[in-house]
């Protein structure tokens, strides 16, 4: 060991030995264990040492290596120009990478090639100068290289061919960073033009004042990609409407350094639905009947949104359901209907409740009760779209297309429905309100009538005239059932007030404010009188020329007096208690229901326990009437208001004939509070009209003489209602036969309404010598 | 309000005619034109024009009545007085003329 006058000094080598000798080491290791191929040649390029990588890569032992030309390990056709590169690099000695843009090959002993990257480092020697080369396999890298070169190329034709679309790159800050000829095509700008510039000049003036290009590379850098369609600008200053997505290009770190973009222009689909929905604006403004919209709705949308079936549903709020009008094809045959459907458990009811489309690709298989979608599958439609209609923030309906295709529908079909449905939901509730504005107008109209024909009945009981104990009683019992809801039938004779007392308890009830609504069953022909209760349409029946409000319907929320309801057919009377109960109504010729909220009193003559019992009325309707029964006593009963009602009836008539009478003598009230009234009320008011008519003078003159006159004709008729049994017979059959319009036989002849055979009927008619002339008027 | 109904017999040997309500105005136009339809029909069948439930007829109403009753082997079936004078009046009229 040599050692220096210096301790420093010699630590210093000692530490430079032990270095030197680990590197030798090391690259003793390294040589035997790389990687690469290493080569030691000379000035001459003989081989004078190689590796085992080496004579593994070249298919030669390290033996037949050494001695052996580098020039054989170099395909022929290198090989040429080999002595020249070599001579070359031993003037200008450096290390050096000879790789990649050289695209160098290695030639094996069986011939076969390889691509390899090569690193040259001379070394000098006592003996001369000598190169290391390393020689590296670079046939999968070369692949990779090739693979990705061939796919960015097949990417590329893919991206120029394409002249639909516009596909670009933009850098992070949004600069065009590629252009495609589409994207020419579609913006007007060559790459030249564009390439470095902002994408922001695609933007319309008012986007870009609304910061719309940075929201949409925030938004894509936030979720990774967005879809979106609007208006853009070409370079020429025109807009198109653009379908776009754009979506984030990240590193491996995953920080942003781009965006891929694609733009199509949708401006003809745009404009095609702008027509669909000018041309459905016009066909909806149009149209004010809800049903026929249907039918204008498909026609339109049929050229954008293909579809063999549409329907559109409307809110039914009494019912709490939808009322859905279908239209389809079936054979070539249009199919239409209407079904309820409940709002949970169907798509449609669905489509409502959650205010978001409902897109089915196959029904069957989507999991609604079969009830729900029969309309549907019945017509063979395998996928849906629906959508709730909505106008003014409220839902009130949906609207369908379906089709027989599997998963004809997707997002885009259901944005462009959603889209006709704000117009459609516009029109629906112009034609619901126009029809509610028309049927209350109807209904108007037709109250005014009424009520003009009301004011001129004369309703001279203005009030309840009376003290005694039988009135007062009555009007207690007026007093209590007025403020319930409780029907409430009145029975008492003809004439004893009934209709007054029923307008006293709509008064007193809290339905004062509402109509009060009246119908006598015994003045309106038994044919008419359903449609006079219940309403009908236009062309419900042979003479419906036009739509009639029923009284039912009038009454709504006020009172209905239906007057001698023991007139009431037999057949009707179901219908007038299941409109009682159900409290909706259909009018004849339709089927939509109505609700009615009617309070009803009824009143009769008649003894309605009797007709039960001999089956002339119905006891469920009896019993459903006779809730609160109120008997209006007759005047024989309350002979202590016969004076009372003098001076009532004698004051009201005398005031409105410009009479003064201020006088009724005694004689003539006693004679009055005697006589029975068997037209109670009503044939004391007219004796009395034609008594004031008849006074002269200050003092009433009554004539007293036709009461007494009343009396023996009441004897006399009493007399004549006693004849002989033939005449008796002979007028039963008569009035049968009057009343069966001369038929004698078949269920509704005379002979059925008599319970006799036909045979028998003819030959008692016969015997009692009745002629056709007798019951029928002919010329 | 006026409800027309035409029944045929069995055999449809003779025609109903049934008239309900009121025949005025509109609805005696409404007659004449269901009339109208209806006369070709008739051929020679009797017909029998049911008025025991019209309730009212103003002059158009008789008119047409008075022209159904004029063109056809008809007969009324009047019931109720208001309607036997009403079948009497029509009767005398198309007569007359």
């Known amino acids: ?779 | 309000m006026l409800r027309i109904t035409i029944n045929e017999s069995e055999g449809g040997a003779a025609k109903r005619l049934i008239l309900e309500g009121r025949i005025a105005g509109p609805w005696a136009e409404e007659l004449d034109r269901v009339w109208v339809e209806a006369a070709p029909r008739l051929g020679s069948s009797k017909l029998t024009i049911d008025v025991r439930d019209v309730t009212y007829a103003d002059a158009a109403g008789k008119n047409v009545l008075v022209k159904i009753f004029s063109q056809v082997d008809a007969e009324f079936v009047a019931g109720p007085l208001q309607a036997h004078d009403l079948a009497t009046e029509i009767i005398k009229k198309s007569q007359q003329a």
């Open chain 1, 1 to 779: 060991m040599h050692l220096s006058d210096s301790p420093e000094k010699d630590a210093a080598a000692g530490t430079e030995q032990r270095a030197s000798e680990v590197a030798l080491a090391a690259l003793e290791n390294l040589y035997e264990v790389s990687p690469d191929a290493i080569f030691v040649t000379d000035a001459h390029g003989v081989i004078r040492a190689a590796n085992p990588r080496a004579a593994e890569l070249f298919g030669h032992s390290q033996a037949e290596l050494i001695g052996q030309s580098v020039e054989n390990l170099v395909p022929q056709r290198f090989r040429g120009r080999h002595p020249e590169h070599r001579e070359n690099y031993q003037a200008h000695p450096r290390m050096r990478q000879m790789g990649a843009a050289l695209n160098l090959y290695g030639l094996r002993k069986d011939g076969t090639e390889f691509p390899v990257d090569i690193l040259l480092k001379p070394i000098a020697t006592p003996d001369g100068p000598l190169v290391l080369s390393f020689v590296r396999d670079v046939t999968e890298q070369r692949e990779a290289t090739e693979a990705l070169r061939r796919a960015d190329q097949q990417f590329r034709s893919i991206v120029e061919s394409v002249s639909e679309y516009a596909i670009y790159l933009l850098d992070k800050d949004g600069s065009v960073a590629t252009w495609n000829p589409g994207a020419e095509r579609i913006k007007g700008y060559t790459s030249d033009e564009i390439l470095g510039g902002n994408y922001a000049r695609f933007f319309t003036h008012e986007d870009i004042e609304r910061g719309r290009p940075a929201e949409l590379l925030r938004l894509a850098a936030e979720r990774g990609r967005v879809e979106g369609e609007g208006w853009r600008v070409r370079k020429d200053g025109s807009r198109f409407w653009a379908n776009v997505v754009m979506t984030a290009v990240h590193d491996l770190t995953g920080a942003v350094t781009g965006y891929v973009k694609i733009t199509r222009d949708f401006t003809d689909r745009k404009r095609a639905e702008e027509a669909v929905l000018l041309q459905l604006s016009s066909a909806l403004l149009a149209t004010v009947d809800v049903r026929a919209l249907l039918g204008a709705i498909s026609a339109s949308l049929r050229e954008v949104l293909p579809h063999d079936c549409a329907t559109l549903g409307l809110l039914e709020q009494d019912r709490n359901t939808l009322l859905v009008q279908f239209l389809g094809e079936d054979s070539e045959q249009e199919q239409r209907g209407e079904v309820h459907l409940s709002l949970h458990g169907s798509p449609a009811g669905q489509a409502f409740r959650t205010r978001e489309p409902v897109l089915v690709s196959r029904l069957e298989d989507a999991g609604y009760p079969a009830d729900g979608i029969r309309h549907l599958t019945a017509l063979g439609m395998k996928a849906c779209c629906w959508v709730p209609l909505i106008h003014r923030g409220e839902a009130v309906g949906t609207m369908m297309v379906g089709s027989r295709l599997e998963g004809a529908y997707g997002e885009k079909d259901a944005a462009m429905l959603k889209q006709v449905a704000g117009q459609v939901a516009m029109a629906v509730s112009n034609a619901v309100a126009f029809r509610q504005i028309a049927e209350l107008r109807d209904k108007l109209n037709q109250e005014k009538q009424y009520l003009e024909h009301e004011i001129n009945l004369e309703h001279n009981f203005e009030d309840i005239v009376g003290e005694s104990t039988g009135l007062r009683s009555v009007l207690r019992q007026i007093e209590t059932v007025a403020p319930t809801d409780a029907t409430v039938l009145i029975q008492g004779e003809t004439g004893t007030g009934k209709e007054l007392l029923a307008r006293a308890l709509h008064r007193l009830s809290p339905r004062n404010g509402r109509t009060f609504v009246k119908l006598n069953c015994a003045a309106i022909p038994a044919g008419l009188l359903e449609s006079e209760l219940f309403g009908h349409e236009k062309g419900a029946f042979t003479g419906a020329i036009a739509r009639k409000i029923g009284r039912l319907e009038l009454a709504h929320e006020g009172t209905l007096f239906l007057d001698e309801i023991g007139e009431m057919p037999l057949d009707l009377q179901p219908k007038l208690l299941r409109a009682l109960q159900e409290r909706e109504i259909e009018r004849l010729g339709s089927n939509r229901p109505i609700p009615v909220n009617v309070r009803l009193i009824a009143a009769t003559n008649r003894d309605l326990t009797q007709m039960v019992a001999e089956k002339q009325f119905r006891s469920d309707l009896f019993y459903r009437l006779k809730v609160f029964p109120v008997f209006a006593p007759p005047l024989r009963e309350r002979v202590d208001d016969i004076p009372v009602l003098v001076r009532h009836f004698v004051a009201a008539h005398s005031r409105r004939m410009g009479r003064t009478i201020d006088t009724i003598p005694e004689e003539t009230m006693q004679t009055l509070m005697r006589w029975s009234w068997p037209g109670n009320i009503r044939e004391l008011e007219n004796l009395l009209e034609r008594a004031v008519i008849l006074t002269r003078g200050s003092v009433l003159y009554v004539p007293l003489a036709e009461l007494e006159l009343a009396e023996e004709e009441e004897a006399e008729i009493e007399e004549a209602e006693a004849p002989t049994l033939l005449a008796a017979e002979r007028e039963h059959i008569l009035r049968a036969l009057r009343e069966a319009g001369g038929q004698i036989g078949g269920p509704d002849g005379a002979a059925a309404k008599l319970g006799l055979k036909r045979t028998t009927l003819n030959s008692k008619i016969k015997k009692l010598g009745i002629e056709r002339s007798d019951y029928m008027t002919s010329r």
